[in-house]
């Protein structure tokens, strides 16, 4: 008999926890690949932006949310960054918020996730363009679903660097070796904690409200682990898995269960059980 399987993931969450994402799930075209195209909207405009829009540029995306403090701890080093590269369009991709509260929740809507997106640049002093996801992260689902990932596109449309965690100093690397492409992906948990400051996540949780912010306290144990589980994840394997796990919403792992379990409603018997993904 199958044992119980863990239900979709729902997107827009209204709290955060650890097993809201799949920390050794990297989905999205890696180093080497093409990119993936992408409708977006302008936040300031409100008019539709795709990917292709920026073909035959440099382009660097970095996803991100107001209560995102992985995020924001980046914005005066990127912002250095993009002074020092004109040739490169800089974008950032508003996503799901990465720790909702009660001040700001999860997005119910698209003028929501909209009105969040409008307090970066306020709040955070955020340089970049802002393109805003839809309200069920198409483009996040596409690109890895973490809450701050990097990407850097080259002009032909094929992926020069990406790594799950957006850090300073490996997308300045990135951009000033531009003949050969970066495929270590993984930013380990030394390189997180020396880059943000207690002050910046306070702040980015109070974004979010009390509820965020007790969220945040109360996973911070079980997040030190899953960091340090993907560190060695990460250097067993030298990749991390692209599939989705069972917990991610419209996985195939969901599809292929939900067919065998409908297979063994038709035939009286069970069908073959699905294999463990890295990390359940």
């Known amino acids: 008999m199958n044992a119980p399987q863990k239900p979709p993931m729902v997107y827009n969450k209204a709290h955060f926890t650890v097993k809201h994402y799949d920390w050794d799930v ?6 080497g690949e093409p990119y993936i195209d992408a409708a977006l909207t302008d936040l300031e405009t409100g008019e539709p932006v795709r990917l292709s829009n920026f073909s035959g540029k440099w382009v660097v995306i970095e996803t991100g949310s107001s209560t995102c403090s992985m995020y924001t701890k980046n914005i005066p080093d990127m912002k250095a960054i993009q002074d020092d590269h004109p040739d490169v369009v800089f974008l950032l991709i508003y996503v799901r918020e990465a720790h909702p509260g009660e001040r700001l929740g999860p997005h119910r809507n698209f003028d929501e996730k909209v009105g969040a997106a ?3 640049k306020p709040r955070y002093n955020e340089h970049r363009r802002i393109l805003v996801d839809d309200v069920e992260g198409s483009f996040h689902k596409q690109y890895g679903m973490m809450p701050n990932i990097l990407y850097v596109i080259r002009p032909d449309g094929t992926i020069h660097y990406r790594c799950n965690w957006a850090t300073a100093d490996d997308l300045r690397t990135a951009l000033e070796q531009r003949d050969t492409f970066h495929t270590y992906e993984n930013a380990d948990v030394k390189k997180l904690k020396a880059a943000r400051g207690l002050y910046t996540t306070v702040r980015t949780m109070w974004t979010g409200g009390f509820v965020a912010l007790y969220d945040f306290v109360k996973a911070s144990p079980g997040m030190a682990q899953r960091h340090l589980k993907v560190d060695k994840f990460y250097r067993e394997n030298g990749a991390f898995n692209k599939k989705p796990g069972l917990f991610s919403e419209g996985s195939e792992a969901i599809a292929e269960f939900e067919n065998s379990m409908k297979a063994e409603d038709q035939h009286g018997k069970p069908a073959p059980q699905q ?5 359940e």
């Open 118 to 120: 409008r307090l970066v």
């Open 26 to 31: 990297f989905a999205g075209p890696s180093a």
């Open 275 to 279: 294999a463990q993904q890295p990390g």
